[in-house]
């Protein structure tokens, strides 16, 4: 359906511009043109890379666009059978895992009983898990069970992964993990 001059400017003057895109919805306008050309130029002169959205078990393709070492686009990819280009709101919003400021950038720190974050560097915070770790593990380590089987184990420790933690990383963790004899140990990956 086309829009006449007289019609945009009725729904334009009167309201906002939220309003007034509505408003030319609703006079049955057809925006995908004009959105599809939005987001050629957005990724215009990229390389593309494919990935793999990180947050669940679904797997679901990627398409990540690089202009000069910089990220700036993350969109679904349509050859993938999981999603055939959808993401879900979590996948579409990859981009701010790279971008956005309000990402945690330090340590912090709340000792017991405090209301307050403090900041640590990282070599602190690190040899305190490290020794929090060696404690627990001292304390609960449990080398045969009452029936005399070896269990060579402790159970107060767990480790947590995140969705967004790589193969290799969750690789080295179960290592670890399984070396120190801890017994509960979730990621994303679930290896
Ligand atoms: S886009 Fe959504 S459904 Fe797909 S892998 Fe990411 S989080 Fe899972």
Redesign the pocket.
């Known amino acids: 359906m086309s829009v006449t001059r007289r019609e945009f400017l009725r729904v334009s003057t009167g309201a906002g511009t939220a309003t007034a895109l509505g408003g030319l919805l609703g006079l049955g306008a057809n925006l995908a043109p004009a959105r599809a050309r939005a987001q050629e130029l957005r990724i215009r002169d990229t390389t593309t890379v494919p990935s ?9 393709g990627t398409l990540v666009h690089v202009k000069d070492g910089e990220i700036v686009n993350i969109e ?1 990819d349509p050859r993938s059978p ?2 055939q280009g959808t ?6 919003a ?1 981009y701010q895992l790279h971008y956005n400021p309000n990402r945690p950038t330090r340590v912090l720190h709340r000792a017991p009983g405090a209301t307050e974050w403090e900041e640590w560097d990282l070599e602190r915070a690190m040899d305190r898990v490290a020794e929090l770790f060696k404690q627990t593990r001292d304390e609960t380590f449990i080398e045969t069970l009452e029936d005399g089987k070896r269990a060579m184990c402790t159970t107060s420790i767990f480790a947590l992964g995140g969705a967004t933690l790589d193969n290799e990383f969750n690789h080295i963790c179960q290592k670890l993990m399984r070396g120190m004899g801890v017994v509960p140990i979730e990621n994303q990956a679930r290896i």
Not at 52 to 60: D, K, L, R, W
Not at 87 to 92: F, N, S, T, V
């Open positions: 793999i959205c990180p947050f669940c078990s679904v797997g679901c679904g999981h999603n993401l879900c709101p979590k996948g579409a990859i």
